[in-house]
């Protein structure tokens, strides 16, 4: 009997043992994960001297304000994103939506001005009652959104008045969505290799693990790319 016991502690010691090293070693690899993707981030953020590309800003706006002041405004806005972009944030670049959102409207506006304010871009929020509160409150990573805005702005078609790039936040009481439509340029493309948007759908992933999905929709003429975030009450 008491060999029998004996076994049983023996078989539930190494099951155990066993699961705490599964452990461990999960813990080890997300750990792995987050340094892999900080690099990745770093050396994004880094392939421009921070220091230099800020004086050089501030000198091209005392230059330009009295002459050209649409030109300094947008040089500005530049200066703003970038060191939004370039700012050394907590761990996975986590920042709150807010800010996301106030810097996402200035890369809209820059790109408004550099296309002769005939940009044609459509942005439009959809926040219901308890909404606010949870742009105060919630945190996504940085450049989330403002790497899918680029990506229309890169890649869609600016020209069709018909056709123009939509940009939608709609924010409910347990739910965030961000979506990015547009038509797709033609001719020549600009080369992609999709990092910025690994990036993002890796950190989100680590960020809020299931309760998120970056999800892209596209045919011959059209490109549609949405983030939702399911939010879990505390």
Not at 128 to 139: A, D, F, S
Not at 164 to 173: D, T, V
Request: glycine share 4%; aromatic share 8%; with cysteine.
């Amino acid at each position: 009997m008491n060999i029998g016991l004996d076994i049983l502690a023996g078989v539930i010691s190494i099951f155990i043992a066993t699961w705490i090293a599964s452990i461990d070693a999960i813990k080890r690899e997300s750990e792995l994960e987050k340094q892999r993707l900080s690099a990745e981030l770093s050396a994004i953020k880094y392939q421009i001297n921070p220091h230099f590309l800020f004086n050089s800003l501030s000198f091209i706006y005392t230059k330009t304000v009295r002459q050209n002041p649409e030109a300094a405004h947008a040089v500005h806005l530049l200066s703003e994103i970038m060191s939004y972009a370039l700012q050394e944030w907590e761990e996975l670049g986590r920042v709150p939506l807010t800010l996301e959102i106030t810097h996402m409207n200035k890369v809209i506006e820059m790109n408004t001005i550099r296309f002769n304010n005939k940009l044609n871009v459509e942005y439009l929020e959809d926040i219901q009652e308890g909404g606010h509160k949870i742009v105060e409150n919630t945190y996504i990573p940085t450049l989330a959104f403002i790497t899918l805005v680029e990506n229309a702005f890169k890649h869609g078609d600016l020209n069709d008045e018909n056709n123009k790039i939509k940009i939608l936040l709609q924010i409910a009481e347990d739910n965030i969505c961000f979506s990015v439509s547009n038509k797709k340029r033609r001719g020549t493309k600009e080369p992609s290799h999709g990092i910025g948007l690994n990036n993002v759908q890796q950190r989100l992933q680590l960020m809020y693990g299931s309760n998120q999905t970056l999800i892209i929709k596209q045919d011959a003429q059209t490109y549609h790319i949405e983030i939702n975030i399911k939010l879990i009450k505390s």
